[in-house]
């Protein structure tokens, strides 16, 4: 049987990207487990806001290039379980089980669906979830962006780079997103906002032709090409064992050090309950988790 790996980093996104360099700078031998690209959300992003700065797939990549040549094992697999065998973390993919002494979960979040009718319908068909890679499709077009959050203003800021107009459509009466990115909203004359609004429908056939709105007892249309939801993130949690505790949303709940309630097992960024949401706070708590792990194996 192989010898176990001190680490075993479940995500490549920049927290678990993160991670598995930090582990590696401290000489534990480490894995890191992804069965679709690395790099996670942030590569939907050309222009980070905030340090480091850059695209996000740049700023993965880097990371991705720096943890190989650090010799870092690719474990090309989803994780379905994580287990315990003696002194060893088990953890199950589809080709195999992985054996660890330390596991330090950083599977991110996925972007939530609004959940209303159309959405699902015609997705693909005007229905998107990146404004970096399908803004180029609405040139000169008008689109709906859903949210009040920094991701809906910091798509709505993209799209109006392509887009004819952008509308903005929000249920609360302020805005919870950064008040820089609230700010630069004055300074596009093609970003219209529609505050205290709700999305009943995505509209179309073929393809999207527009969303029925209510405002109060006002039920109205906006006419578009394309719609964008971005109402908030859930955990990608699926293989994480009962006994690993969460908050009511699914987010995983830790201990300062950023161990979960399983030993041995620790949590980081997007699907950890407190993560800030910051590119600096998945770059922070990827290190912590890391140095959590040593300070536990020592
Ligand atoms: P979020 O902060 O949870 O905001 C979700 C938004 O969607 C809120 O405005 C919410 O409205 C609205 N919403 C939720 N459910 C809805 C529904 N059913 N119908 C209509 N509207 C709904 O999510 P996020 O913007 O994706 O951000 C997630 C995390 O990533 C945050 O921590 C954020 O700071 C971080 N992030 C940071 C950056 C950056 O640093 N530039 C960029 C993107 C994301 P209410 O306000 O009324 O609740």
Same mark, same amino acid.
Not at 42 to 57: K, R
Not at 253 to 260: K, V, Y
């Given at each position: 049987?192989?010898?176990?790996?001190?680490?075993?980093?479940?995500?490549? $996104?920049?927290?678990?990207?993160?991670?598995?360099?930090?582990?590696?700078?401290?000489?534990?031998?480490?894995?890191? %487990?992804?069965?679709?690209?690395?790099?996670?959300?942030?590569?939907?992003?050309?222009?980070?806001?905030?340090?480091?700065?850059?695209?996000?797939?740049?700023?993965?990549?880097?990371?991705? %290039?720096?943890?190989?040549?650090? $010799? &870092?094992?690719?474990?090309?697999?989803?994780?379905?379980?994580?287990?315990?065998?003696?002194? /060893?973390?088990?953890?199950?993919?589809?080709?195999?089980?992985?054996?660890?002494?330390?596991?330090?979960?950083?599977?991110?979040?996925?972007?939530?669906?609004?959940?209303?009718?159309?959405?699902?319908?015609?997705?693909?068909?005007? &229905?998107?979830? /990146?404004?970096? /890679?399908?803004?180029?499709?609405?040139?000169?077009?008008?689109?709906?962006?859903?949210?009040?959050?920094?991701?809906?203003?910091?798509?709505?800021?993209?799209?109006?780079?392509?887009?004819?107009?952008?509308?903005?459509?929000?249920?609360?009466?302020?805005?919870?997103?950064?008040?820089?990115?609230?700010?630069?909203?004055?300074?596009?004359?093609?970003?219209?906002?529609?505050?205290?609004?709700?999305?009943?429908?995505?509209?179309?056939?073929?393809?999207?032709?527009?969303?029925?709105?209510?405002?109060?007892?006002?039920?109205?249309?906006?006419? /578009?090409?394309?719609?964008?939801?971005?109402?908030?993130?859930?955990?990608?949690?699926?293989?994480?064992?009962?006994?690993?505790?969460?908050?009511?949303?699914?987010?995983?709940?830790?201990?300062?050090?950023?161990?979960?309630?399983?030993?041995?097992?620790?949590?980081?960024?997007?699907?950890?309950?407190?993560?800030?949401? %910051?590119?600096?706070?998945?770059?922070?708590?990827?290190?912590?988790?890391?140095?959590?792990?040593?300070?536990?194996?020592?």
């Amino acid at each position: 049987m192989p010898e176990p790996y001190d680490v075993l980093v479940i995500g490549t $996104g920049i927290t678990g990207l993160t991670a598995a360099r930090q582990a590696l700078r401290e000489g534990l031998v480490t894995a890191a %487990m992804e069965s679709m690209f690395f790099g996670g959300l942030v590569t939907n992003i050309n222009d980070l806001d905030g340090e480091p700065g850059g695209s996000g797939s740049d700023v993965s990549a880097g990371l991705m %290039m720096e943890i190989s040549q650090m $010799g &870092v094992k690719n474990i090309s697999e989803a994780a379905s379980a994580i287990t315990r065998d003696g002194d /060893c973390l088990v953890v199950k993919g589809d080709a195999g089980s992985h054996r660890a002494r330390s596991v330090i979960i950083a599977s991110g979040a996925r972007l939530k669906h609004l959940g209303v009718p159309g959405e699902a319908e015609l997705e693909e068909k005007g &229905v998107s979830r /990146c404004a970096d /890679c399908d803004g180029p499709f609405y040139q000169g077009k008008e689109v709906v962006v859903v949210g009040g959050g920094d991701s809906a203003l910091q798509e709505a800021l993209v799209l109006t780079e392509f887009a004819g107009r952008v509308h903005l459509v929000h249920r609360g009466e302020e805005f919870r997103a950064q008040q820089h990115l609230v700010d630069r909203l004055a300074g596009h004359s093609n970003i219209q906002v529609h505050m205290n609004t709700r999305v009943e429908a995505v509209l179309g056939s073929a393809a999207v032709s527009g969303v029925r709105v209510r405002a109060g007892d006002g039920v109205s249309e906006i006419a /578009c090409a394309g719609f964008f939801a971005y109402v908030g993130l859930e955990p990608a949690n699926e293989f994480v064992p009962a006994e690993i505790a969460r908050d009511a949303a699914g987010f995983l709940q830790t201990d300062e050090g950023l161990q979960t309630a399983m030993p041995g097992v620790f949590a980081a960024g997007a699907v950890r309950f407190g993560y800030g949401g %910051m590119l600096t706070h998945a770059i922070a708590e990827g290190e912590a988790a890391a140095k959590s792990a040593l300070a536990l194996l020592r």
